[in-house]
């Protein structure tokens, strides 16, 4: 997050403030420290960015030593400033006519002021309130003066180059590691060349000069580079041997990274569940760094709301490990981050301007138990279980790592060509039964076909997904367990109020009440979650308006369904799933660790 350049000017007086603060705190046993060059020097810079702490500081000097020589202190500010009162053009105007004269400053739509740097061989991105640009000012500033650059000088000159890039800067459009071309798709590498990698119909290639800006954050690290000699199918099925992912699934894992590339699409959150052991974590850091290497690959779980946010603010992809649940809220924050949306809060040292967080970024998570229990977040979830893994088959890490990071430029390669074959068929592909996450279905069907799968595998595939997934959100849902005893001796249709039918669910409701709604409005609350799931299983719920009598609700059969307690796979995507289950295990050998 990136603060405005006020902000950083609030940060920089109080830095200085409490630097002679804690100088006064010794002068009644030493008049002296007060006078120390380092505090002549805040004393200087307080007087210019805040005359009246400045006033307010040197009354509190006198209070604490009343002999307190006055006289000196501003003969010694007198040597830190030039005869015209501007400051000495070594410190502050030199550092930020040196960064103005070597970068041009401009901004973003929401006003974070960004450094374009113009080096000789490369181009590099900068948000000004960063580590990266704050590196690079104090390397400019060493090779200049063969000095180091002091935190109140540093952060004074941060605040002033961000103004300049606020108010005289253009605005232009920044992106993060992913962003969308005229007609294809440009992933940054994160290098040090800080070169690109284009994705097009027709293939790919490597760029020394990207034709948009992409920024960076301390905590990215680079792509491999690609070797436009290697690639192709077969050094991407070198993946599967780094995975433990079953063969029916592969197709839905490599759609899902594909979709993590495409920055204009919703992100469907991949869900890898399986019992201890099952290189979940493995699994989910080789995927990551396929996409979005980091410093931290996988982190705990999130204590708020805003931590997923912050995360989504200074990452491409959202990436959680061993999680054992997720509140409610957390639950649809990922469904906001999936589709793209944003979070506010008060903005720091204000009391009543917002600080808003927006994005849309991909997301893994993995844990023992289903993760995934909203049903919102459930429509939205690529889930894949994770088979047990055979002893004998496992690998110790430091062997594991070796190995990924041997293949991984050419499974890398490989993806990029899986890739380009993608957007060559995509415009092709049309579905007759859209599921929610449409884009993730189309863009599945031609990886699928790409694979030389025939058309319409992957559509089965995913429906069946889909099914599986509402059968999950109505397991452990309390009134969707009193609904399927309702519906089993109900005729239909059933027209009612949400009271007459709270009444009729609480008798057939079991015997745990801890999450059983406490009122008709909170049953009617949960009837709207639940709704979607069933109408998939052919029972349409609905809210008829509000008579005198409360809220009117009609729960009757979709023409041409029978209520379903399970929904069934259909004969042709049985007969698909096993034929794919015959061809990839021919194909790839059993997976490990």
């Known amino acids: 997050m990136s603060l405005h350049s006020d902000t950083a000017a609030s940060d920089v007086v109080a830095h200085l403030q409490q630097q002679i603060e804690a100088a006064i705190a010794l002068a009644a046993d030493d008049i002296g420290a007060v006078l120390a060059p380092s505090v002549v020097t805040a004393w200087a810079e307080l007087r210019s960015l805040d005359p009246g702490a400045f006033v307010r500081l040197r009354q509190q000097v006198k209070r604490v030593s009343p002999a307190f020589p006055v006289a000196e202190l501003e003969r010694a500010m007198r040597r830190e400033v030039s005869a015209e009162g501007e400051r000495d053009p070594t410190a502050l105007d030199a550092l930020v006519q040196l960064a103005r004269s070597r970068c041009d400053l401009v901004h973003d739509a929401d006003r974070n002021a960004v450094a374009i740097i113009t080096m000789p061989d490369h181009r590099q991105v900068w948000r ?51 962003a ?47 070797d436009p000699n290697h690639g192709g199918l077969s050094d991407l099925a070198r993946l599967w041997e780094h995975v433990n992912v079953r063969p029916e699934q592969q197709v839905l894992v490599l759609t899902w990274l594909l979709d993590c590339l495409r920055a204009d699409t919703p992100f469907p959150v991949l869900e890898l569940i399986g019992e201890q052991g099952s290189a979940k974590s493995t699994t989910q850091s080789v995927l990551r760094s396929l996409i979005d290497p980091n410093k931290v690959l996988l982190r705990g779980r999130p204590k708020t709301v805003e931590d997923i946010f912050v995360a989504a603010a200074n990452n491409w992809m959202v990436s959680y490990e061993n999680l054992s649940g997720l509140t409610p809220e957390q639950q649809d924050t990922l469904c906001t981050l999936a589709t793209g949306g944003g979070f506010a809060a008060r ?52 062997q594991a790592k070796a190995a990924w990071d041997r293949d991984r430029a050419r499974v890398f390669a490989g993806l990029l060509d899986l890739f380009g074959l993608v957007l060559e068929r995509l415009p092709t592909i049309r579905l007759k039964h859209k599921q929610r996450m449409a884009d993730f279905e189309r863009l599945g069907e031609a990886v699928s076909r790409a694979l030389g799968h025939p058309a319409g595998r992957f559509q089965s595939q995913y429906a069946e997904l889909v099914h599986a997934g509402v059968d999950r959100a109505l397991d452990g849902n309390p009134v969707a367990q009193a609904l399927d005893k309702f519906l089993r001796k109900e005729v239909l249709p059933w027209t009612g109020t949400a009271g007459a039918l709270y009444e009729q669910l609480n008798h057939v409701s079991g015997s745990d009440r801890s999450a059983w709604p406490r009122s008709p409005k909170g049953l009617a609350d949960q009837l709207r979650r639940v709704a979607p799931a069933y109408r998939t299983k052919g029972i349409e719920i609905e809210n008829r308006g509000h008579t005198r009598d409360g809220a009117v609700w009609r729960v009757s059969r979709r023409p041409g369904r029978a209520v379903e307690t399970e929904i069934p796979l259909s004969a042709s995507a049985d007969a698909t799933r096993l034929e794919l289950d015959a061809a990839e295990s021919a194909a790839h050998p059993t997976l490990h660790s």
């Open 180 to 226: 969308r071309g005229d007609d294809g798709y440009y992933i940054d590498l994160c290098d040090a060349k800080w070169r690109v990698v284009y994705v097009c119909a027709t293939g790919w290639d490597l760029l020394d000069h990207a034709p948009i800006l992409f920024t960076r954050t301390s905590a990215m690290r680079p792509l491999p580079e690609p």
């Open 128 to 178: 000004v309130h960063s580590a990266g640009f704050s590196d690079w000012l104090r390397a400019l500033w060493w090779a200049e003066k063969q000095a180091g650059l002091q935190e109140t000088l540093l952060k004074a000159a941060l605040a002033t180059l961000a103004a300049a890039g606020l108010h005289e800067g253009e605005q232009v459009e920044v992106h993060l590691r992913a």
């Open 347 to 398: 903005q720091l040292f204000t009391n009543g301007e917002e600080h808003v967080l927006e994005t849309k970024r991909p997301a893994v998570l993995n844990g023992i138990a289903v993760v995934a229990t909203r049903p919102d977040l459930i429509d939205r979830v690529v889930h894949i279980d994770m088979p047990v893994i055979d002893s004998a088959a496992r690998k110790d890490d430091a």
